[in-house]
């Protein structure tokens, strides 16, 4: 159980916890969580929750998932990376990783849903591409807790639980993530339904910043460099909150890892603005062309057309405070690394981890990195081989599809009628 209270970053003051979002004074900021625990403790706790000192919640759950840092020997000694460490968050109980839905997005899930638990008696309203619905999905159906997920239409594919999610309502979008994000809050404006919030829940944030406590921990320190492919940038943004407690407690080091984080081709609006060095993003300059670059990516769950990329405590201000650099990936690059990766390491890899080892790569051969430093490659999916020797997957179907642009108004019967049946 953690003690903690939210301040805004942009003015500082204390903000009353009631699933907050946002600074009530209006603020154009993040929030964060400041924890009473200045020092990491592990709990007692499965998976993720030994990190709840530092989780902005107070109960757990009979969870096991969790972040796993292992030294890499294969993919260190082609790469000529000898302090190479893999955060792996996916399903390889071989090595102790048992995220069954194979996303780190179940990080974020966990934390959130107890969080919502503890704050609000409203139903959580998720945006997604794919992999955090994936994941809420499983968490729902594992406690019962009622969810509402709006995803694209052709992220259902990707929607499977380990477990029936009975409790679960699923919207799909003709349209992509962004649209999902703004039908979203459609729904988000019919009473009994709340916000998950993204990049602006400090239980997701605090959530993915466990891949960075958990490294600490195991290695003894802070790596030296942080990858991660990004669509958001949440990942980025949490793993540089993580650090700056780190390097507070004392204990793992007084540098920030220097954070390392792509974008894949030909979608890479945070890439072309930090390159800049610019706090905004242009849409004329950094995705033109929006609609055609995101459907050739390899990894659709990294187009988000909205990131919290220039928000005070956002994507720009953590790659300031680390001195970072960005990368555009290539799709033949991206299948490449992942082919390497699987044939190394011996497991799987999900499209966007194809694109962060891809990174890693890159930096390598272009010098931008130290190579006898301490690399943290953060591997946010895999083992979707795996878990089907494991589990019997549970397909999840859409309640029903809208239209890009569709208002809360047209689903509004049909939700209510969904939330009370789920009651």
């Not at 902005?56 to 009979?62: A, N, Q, R, S």
């Not at 000694?77 to 190479?84: D, H, Q, S, V, Y």
């Not at 490294?215 to 942080?226: E, F, H, L, N, Q």
């Amino acid at each position: 159980m953690s003690d903690y209270t939210l301040r805004c970053v942009l003015c500082g003051e204390e903000v009353p916890e009631q699933y907050t979002l946002a600074c009530p004074r209006g603020h154009p900021s993040l929030l964060r969580a400041d924890y009473a625990e200045k020092q990491l403790h592990l709990k007692n706790a499965p998976g993720i929750f030994r990190f709840s000192s530092w989780l902005p919640i107070h109960g757990t759950l009979p969870i096991d998932a969790g972040p796993v840092c292992y030294k890499s020997k294969a993919l260190a000694r082609e790469l000529n990376l000898p302090n190479l460490h893999i955060g792996f968050n996916g399903y390889w109980p071989e090595r102790g990783g048992k995220i069954t839905t194979c996303s780190f997005k179940e990080l974020e899930a966990l934390p959130t849903m107890v969080r919502a638990k503890e704050n609000t008696t409203k139903t959580l309203v998720i945006a997604s591409a794919g992999n955090t619905a994936r994941a809420f999905l499983q968490v729902s159906a594992l406690t019962g807790v009622p969810v509402v997920v709006v995803v694209p239409e052709k992220a259902i594919p990707r929607l499977w639980t380990t477990v029936p999610a009975d409790k679960a309502c699923v919207i799909a979008v003709r349209g992509d993530y962004t649209d999902a994000i703004r039908f979203s809050r459609e729904v988000c404006s019919l009473p009994g339904f709340i916000e998950e919030g993204g990049a602006r829940n400090v239980a997701r944030r605090d959530g993915m910043g466990t891949v960075m406590l958990d490294a600490a921990v195991t290695i003894g320190r802070m790596p030296d460099y942080y990858f991660q492919a990004i669509g958001s940038g949440t990942g980025g943004i949490a793993a540089w909150e993580a650090a700056v407690r780190l390097r507070a407690d004392g204990r793992f080091g007084t540098a920030l890892p220097s954070l390392h984080l792509s974008q894949n081709l030909p979608f890479v609006p945070m890439v072309s603005a930090w390159n800049d060095r610019r706090r905004n993003l242009i849409a004329e300059t950094d995705m033109p062309d929006s609609q055609t670059a995101i459907s050739r990516v390899y990894s659709d769950v990294l187009t988000n057309r909205e990131p919290p990329y220039a928000i005070p405590g956002g994507v720009f201000d953590a790659m300031s405070a680390t001195d970072g650099r960005m990368y555009a990936v290539s799709n033949d690059e991206a299948c490449s690394a992942g082919t390497l990766f699987t044939g190394l390491e011996g497991i799987d890899l999900d499209p966007a981890a194809a694109v962060c080892t891809a990174s890693l790569i890159q930096a390598c051969e272009s010098g931008n990195i130290d190579t006898n430093r301490t690399v943290l490659l953060n591997i946010t999916g895999g083992g979707y081989e795996r878990v089907r020797e494991d589990h019997t997957l549970v397909p999840v179907q859409p309640a029903f599809c809208v239209s890009a642009g569709a208002t809360a108004g047209q689903v509004n019967k049909e939700l209510v009628e969904i939330v009370k049946i789920h009651e």
